[in-house]
Every structure is written in structure tokens, then in C-alpha cells.
């Protein structure tokens, strides 16, 4: 039996397993670090132990505060969750030598599956096919290089430890190598603390598709259908869907049989994901892509809540009743596929900043009902540079795709978050976008659509006029009077004029950009999705965004303030890895400057124009604040 889990684990993931244990008359405890101290998952859990500061190799990546906790407080079980000591061979060991239960598989499969090299290797002699490329033990530079000549270019450096897209460097050719082979193993390092590298063909139109599996002590394996994760940035899933959509049934049938030999060539228990790569270039004789066996997560994945809402089934208990050593509660044959699911992750982040990471204080944060919402975080929340800064997992279900994309783009239009800036508006414009929609995925897709995603378009007449209507509203709601005017501020940064005419209290007459709208406020049809936020209105239709404010009549707005002054500060906190210019250096528009370590990833920062260095403020290994300046420029022509 399992009376009392310890969670290893923060944030969204903790507060899922405690929802589930609760249901099952489980209890519940909590570890936190000194950032986490007031944390949804804290008051969450019936109980709670602090392991440490803030910094993860501090607290949640130390095994033995977790089970001096699991000691402390009488737990008899322990689920790492994912990330942090979820696929730690070591800790696995440690949990069960003393004498707990480990939700999760063996120490010893996830020793064999958790370095790609090993996994790859096992998987061909299983009959899995593999993608062609150098797993060896011998990490010298001289013999990475002769390799890579051997694979050929296009190739794919990749981490044999962990994942999430760190450690791992496309290279076009050989020009290119050993600078990407270098960073790579830099990354690697400072995630995993193991540098080791693979190289792969590099596939040119590949599709990321994953099986999620489950085994028993009992000798059974099951595979719960597929899951497509091919919308990717940098490596990392932004939407995750299943199933799968565009694949033939004979292509299903073969990924699950595929993946489920996967967890009977090793022996596999609890919850696993064999990830597939698909070559979209290279079809066989029906038709279908070829494929090969990527990696295996051995532990629940980020995305399994879309396998849950096509199977009806809660992941979390099945992790708990196999490691109570009960068997699986359904075998194959009673598994179904009901509609379409797909997620998003809302990050902390800034799109049109390279993405870089917001923290902050959520200041404001409100979410529909329409949509589950898997969060670890409340209104009041700090998103800090400790961990990694997603909010909220947006997950819709419907009968059919195009439902569940349209619901996923309302869910994410409704949205309201104050504090950080975030990439709700960019999901949305992703999940709305024609070609995604008509199911033409691959993991280039957002590379490829990238101009489109970033497109900036002028508010409609109807929304326009929805916002209109909203402020009017308001206005009847609050005074007596509803003629003022206030602006429209375009995603360029533009502004036009919007005002309203005075007139009866069921009409309205309002311009923008020369376009001259009016209608009954009560009739007017619902073409977008409108909030009050930031202290003004927010137009919002499938990802796109336009906010309103009040203005005094004369105020004529401005252009938002560039790097023209040749002020390169730091974009968030992060560590200086690497300075490569001195003062009086010529640099060309594009030039890298530094490159910023933060959040375990690296953030290149290049010149804006044509310039000379003037100053560098900064030397490698110094940590710097966000807004610290880094280097100063002066234009070419001044």
C-alpha cells in the first residue's frame, strides 16, 4: 500500500500529483526551496519540508535532502515528477534501497534509456530501426570530427544526457562544427554535469512524434496512442497534439507496436515515452514516412495531458497503482481514442525579444473555464530566474481537430496576465495559423512561418468597433457621460486616433485609421475577445492583439525608443560566458557581442548597426542584473 507520497518535485507538476493522491486517499507532501516558500504546491500538500535555497543544485537537485524529508515526515513513497531527479538512475536506486517506493521505473532502465547512446543501441538490437549516426565512448575532438565526415552534412549534435532541446546544435557543414560541437558540450555540462555528445543525420523536414507506454511488474506493456510535438522553437515543444494528426492507421499501428517492443526489450515499468522521429522526405512504398526511434523519456512527460483527455484515463494514477505493484488498469485491447486534445505552454517570455524569459510578480492572472489549466502558480506568483518560467498549461478537448484548435484560440485570447510579459498571443496566432490548421506540421514549421507569426495588422472594423462597445459599457457603467477620447496602440508601436461620437446610449460611431465604423452596441457580433489589462482595453482575435487607452486629446503617441543610442544592457539576469569584442573593435550589424547564460541556456547578443566598441562593462564570468550595461557603441558614421 501507499499511504503517504512525497512529491521531489515544484511548480505545475506538484500540484497535478497532489490532485490525484488527494483523490485516491493519499497524502501528500511537499519539498520547497526558499523561492518556493509560499508556493501553490506548499499549501497545497498536507505537509511541507524546506530543502534548501533557491537554485535547484541547492535544494530540489539534492537526493539526499529528499529523502531525509521522506524520513522526517513518515512517507513511504516518493514521485519525482519531471525534470530535476525524474530520470536520475542514482536517486531511483537510493529511494528504494531505502525503503520506499519509487513512482517510476527501475534504476537499471533508466540507466540503459536515459543516454541516448546506450538507448540507441539497445533499441537496433530489438529490431527498433535508429537513426543513423555516431554513439561511440570516445569523445575527442579529433575523433567527433572524423566521424561527423563519415555521417555527413546536415548533422545534429545532441547531448547524451537529458533533454529539452539543451546540448544539442544542427550544423550545416564543417566550417561549423567544432565551434557548435563546443557549445553543445558547454550546455550539456551545465545541465546534466555530462558533456558527452552524439551525432545524428541531421533529417531535413522531420515530424517529432512520441507513444506514450506503461508496464507492470507483471510482464504487460501497453501503449496509449501517439502524440505529435512537432511545433517546436530551439528544440523545445511549444503545442503538443493527439493524436497525431495525417498519419495512415497502418502508421499508428506500427509506432505503437514499435514503442511497446521498446518497453519489452528492457523490462519496462510506470509511465515511458518512446519518441519517434519521422522523415516527411523519405516515404516507403504506402506511402507513410519513415521513422526512427529518437530517445525514451523514463518519466511522465510535460505534455500527457492530451493522452489523457483522447483516453479518458488519469496517467498519475496509473503511476501509482503499478508502483503499489497492482497491474495495469486496462490492457490494449480496452484503450480508445475519443476527439482531439492539444496543449499549449504559456511561458513567462517575450516573443519579440528572442523569446527571452519575463520574471516578475504576476500581478494579475485569470484563465476561462473553457479549457483545463494545469498551473503552478496563483495571482501574487514571482516568476524568478530559478526555474523555468512556464505559467500554465492550456489544454482543450473536442470531437474533431479543428474544434480543438478553435477552442485551444479562444482559451488563449481569454488569458489575462499582468506583471510579465508572455507568449499567450503568439500560441494563439501558432494555433490559429491556416497551414497548422490544415495539419501541414513539421518541426521547421515555425521557422518556416516565422514572418507570418510576427505579421503586424491593423485592428478590423469589428474589432474596432468590439472594443468600442466595451468601452462604452464600461463607461455607462461608471458615469453618466461616455464621449472621451483614447487611442488604439498597434503591435508596431504606432498609434491612430479612435474617438466616439456623443450620441443615444444604445449606438456608437467610432474611426480608426481613416475607417469610419457604427452599429447597435447590444447587436454588435462578438469578432473578438476583449479585456481590461495594463490599466487600458485589449482587442484580441486569434492571437492578435490591439491595445486601447485613454489619452488627452492633444497627446500625439510616439515611436517606441530603439538601441540607437548604442546601450547594449542585459536582457535578464545571467552569467557573462563569453565577451567577443574589446573597445575600439569594428563590429557590422549582426556581429556577436557577448554571450549571457540564463536559465541553463545560452542567449547570444549581437550588434543592432554598423559600430565601434567604445566600452565593455563586463568580464566573462561576472553575473549581471537585468538592465545592466554590457557594452556601449558608438554608429559607424558619427
Not at 486616433?497 to 474611426?511: H, I, K, M, Y
Not at 492571437?543 to 485613454?550: E, I, K, P
Request: negative net charge; contains cysteine.
Amino acid at each position: 500500500m501507499m499511504k503517504k507520497l512525497l512529491i521531489a518535485n515544484r511548480g505545475e507538476i506538484a500540484c497535478r500529483i497532489i490532485r490525484t493522491a488527494r483523490r485516491m486517499g493519499i497524502s501528500t507532501v511537499a519539498v520547497y526551496s526558499d523561492a518556493d516558500a509560499g508556493a501553490p504546491h506548499v499549501r497545497q500538500a498536507d505537509e511541507a519540508v524546506h530543502i534548501g535555497p533557491a537554485p535547484a543544485r541547492e535544494s530540489y537537485l539534492l537526493a539526499e535532502k529528499i529523502l531525509a524529508a521522506a524520513k522526517a515526515t513518515g512517507a513511504d513513497a516518493i514521485h519525482p515528477g519531471y525534470g530535476f531527479l525524474s530520470e536520475n538512475a542514482d536517486f531511483a536506486e537510493a529511494v528504494r534501497k531505502a525503503g520506499l517506493i519509487f513512482v517510476g521505473p527501475s534504476d537499471q532502465a533508466i540507466r540503459v534509456m536515459g543516454l541516448k547512446d546506450s538507448a540507441k543501441t539497445k533499441m537496433k538490437v530489438a529490431g527498433v530501426p535508429v537513426t543513423p549516426g555516431y554513439m561511440g565512448e570516445d569523445q575527442s575532438l579529433a575523433r567527433l570530427e572524423r566521424m561527423a565526415e563519415l555521417v555527413g552534412y546536415p548533422l545534429l549534435i545532441k547531448a547524451v544526457a537529458g533533454g529539452g532541446g539543451k546540448g544539442m546544435r544542427p550544423v550545416a557543414d564543417k566550417a561549423g562544427f567544432t565551434e557548435a560541437l563546443l557549445a553543445a558540450k558547454r550546455e550539456a555540462a551545465a545541465a546534466f554535469g555530462n558533456d558527452s555528445v552524439m551525432l545524428e543525420k541531421l533529417i531535413g523536414r522531420p515530424r517529432h512524434v512520441e507513444v506514450q507506454i506503461f508496464g507492470d511488474s507483471h510482464g504487460n506493456v501497453v501503449h496509449l496512442f501517439e502524440r505529435d510535438c512537432s511545433l517546436q522553437r530551439r528544440h523545445q515543444k511549444v503545442i503538443e497534439e493527439a493524436p497525431a494528426p495525417g498519419l495512415s492507421g497502418q502508421l499508428r499501428h506500427v509506432l505503437g507496436i514499435a514503442a511497446a517492443t521498446a518497453g519489452h526489450a528492457i523490462g519496462y515499468e510506470n509511465a515511458g515515452t518512446v519518441e519517434f522521429i519521422l522523415d516527411m522526405d523519405d516515404l516507403d512504398e504506402a506511402g507513410d514516412p519513415k521513422f526512427y526511434f529518437m530517445e525514451m523519456n523514463t518519466r511522465l512527460q510535460v505534455e500527457h495531458p492530451v493522452t489523457e483527455a483522447i483516453t479518458g484515463q488519469d496517467l498519475v494514477e496509473w503511476q501509482i497503482r503499478v508502483a503499489r505493484g497492482e497491474m495495469l488498469p486496462l490492457m490494449q485491447d480496452a484503450l480508445g481514442v475519443s476527439g482531439h486534445a492539444v496543449e499549449a505552454r504559456l511561458y513567462a517570455e517575450n516573443p519579440d525579444k528572442g523569446f527571452l524569459p519575463s520574471v516578475g510578480t504576476l500581478n494579475r492572472l485569470r484563465f476561462p473555464a473553457e479549457a483545463r489549466i494545469d498551473t503552478g502558480v496563483v495571482e501574487g506568483s514571482e516568476v524568478t530566474v530559478h526555474y523555468d518560467p512556464m505559467i500554465a498549461k492550456v489544454i482543450t478537448h473536442a470531437p474533431t481537430r479543428e474544434q480543438a484548435l478553435a477552442k485551444l484560440v479562444a482559451a488563449l485570447d481569454a488569458i489575462e496576465v499582468e506583471g510579465v510579459t508572455t507568449n499567450r498571443g503568439f500560441l494563439a496566432r501558432l494555433a490559429a495559423h491556416p497551414a497548422f490548421v490544415a495539419g501541414e506540421v513539421d518541426t521547421g514549421f515555425i521557422g518556416r512561418h516565422e514572418a507570418e507569426l510576427f505579421e503586424v495588422t491593423p485592428p478590423s472594423p469589428a474589432v474596432v468597433a468590439a472594443a468600442a462597445g466595451h468601452w462604452l459599457r464600461s463607461l455607462a457603467a461608471g458615469s453618466s457621460g461616455f464621449s472621451a477620447p483614447f487611442r488604439v496602440n498597434l503591435p508596431a508601436l504606432t498609434h491612430s486616433a479612435l474617438w466616439t461620437a456623443e450620441g443615444e446610449e444604445q449606438r456608437f460611431t467610432v474611426a480608426a485609421d481613416g475607417v469610419r465604423v457604427g452599429g447597435e452596441l447590444v447587436a454588435a457580433e462578438p469578432s473578438a475577445i476583449v479585456v481590461d489589462i495594463d490599466g487600458g482595453i485589449e482587442a484580441r482575435r486569434k492571437g492578435r492583439s490591439w491595445r486601447f487607452f485613454t489619452a488627452n486629446p492633444g497627446w500625439e503617441g510616439h515611436s517606441a525608443a530603439g538601441p540607437s543610442d548604442g546601450s547594449i544592457t542585459a536582457p535578464m539576469p545571467g552569467k557573462v560566458i563569453g565577451l567577443h569584442v574589446n573597445p575600439g573593435d569594428q563590429v557590422a550589424a549582426g556581429d556577436r557581442l557577448l554571450v549571457l547564460e540564463a536559465m541553463k541556456m545560452e542567449h547570444r547578443l549581437t550588434a543592432p548597426f554598423d559600430a565601434r566598441v567604445e566600452s565593455v562593462s563586463v568580464a566573462v564570468g561576472g553575473q549581471v542584473a537585468e538592465g545592466t550595461l554590457l557594452v556601449t557603441l558608438v554608429k559607424a558614421d558619427q
